[in-house]
């Protein structure tokens, strides 16, 4: 399957492309940055650390995308919209881990998913899907009037997000197990005098700092008794190898919005 990585240069693009090369059935066909980036014209490979590929990175995504049957994209909610336009208009597999998309921005996606064949998640490994499943099942089993969900979640000091795409998956995940919305139900900030906690709420605690790949805990909380689910990336490839895997299950299928949960066979 020929894959194009958009943010080619960054850490994620970089991780994208050596898994690509890893992978039977995958080959980089494509690598886009900015205009502007010092490393249009070089080679992605060499810029991957993987050597020549014959691939050079450019900043015309549309002369990529026409020539390509899948995008992984990990860049940002403005980048994301215009390539999933693209992609729309190419008829091809767009691959999206971008977090912090308003509605709006969702709103968008799904419009170019009734063209293009478009796999969007907050976190693509199988840990945090699996995670986002049980939690889903925890907060099913326990009552909202019995136990409180909070999330708690980690990231390196360069995220620009928060709470992180993957601490509101898990909150949608607790949200659809007790049956309500997460909107409404969301506590994102807590200061000065707050009174008691609102029975059902799901409230979310956001860490940075350092190196932080990711980590990720559901509380639930009773009287006398907690529950701790979790989660701990310890390298980014998990990310890229879910990408990967979620481009080759998606080629050929019907254009339409998908998850990993999707691509995993998780869902219900």
Known sequence: MKLAVVGAAGRMGQTLIRTIVETPGAMLAGAIERSGSPHIGRDAGEVAGVGT?????????????????????????????????????????????TTGCSAEDDAKIRAAARHAIIVKSGN??????????????????????????????????????????????????????RGIELAGHD??????????????????????????????????????????????AEDRTIFARGAVKAALWAKGRKPGLYSMLDVLGLSE
């Open 187 to 232: 506590v994102r900030v807590r200061e000065g005098h707050t009174g008691p906690r609102n029975a059902g709420d799901i409230g979310f605690a956001t860490l940075r700092g350092g190196s932080v790949v990711g980590d990720h805990s559901v509380i639930l909380a009773g009287s006398g008794e907690r529950i701790t689910l979790s989660h701990h």
């Open 53 to 97: 590929l014959g691939v050079p990175i450019t900043d015309d995504a549309l002369s990529v995308f026409v020539n390509v049957q899948g995008v992984l994209d990990f860049t940002a909610p403005a980048a994301t919209i215009e390539f999933a336009e693209l992609a729309a208009q190419a008829r091809i597999v767009h691959v999206i881990g």
């Open 124 to 177: 693509m490994s199988l840990g945090v899907n699996l995670l986002g499943v049980l939690v889903k099942q925890a907060a099913r089993a326990l009552g909202g009037d019995d136990f409180d969900i909070e999330i708690v979640e980690m990231h390196h000091k360069h995220k620009v997000d928060a709470p992180s795409g993957t601490a509101l998956l898990l909150g949608q995940a607790a949200a659809a197990g």
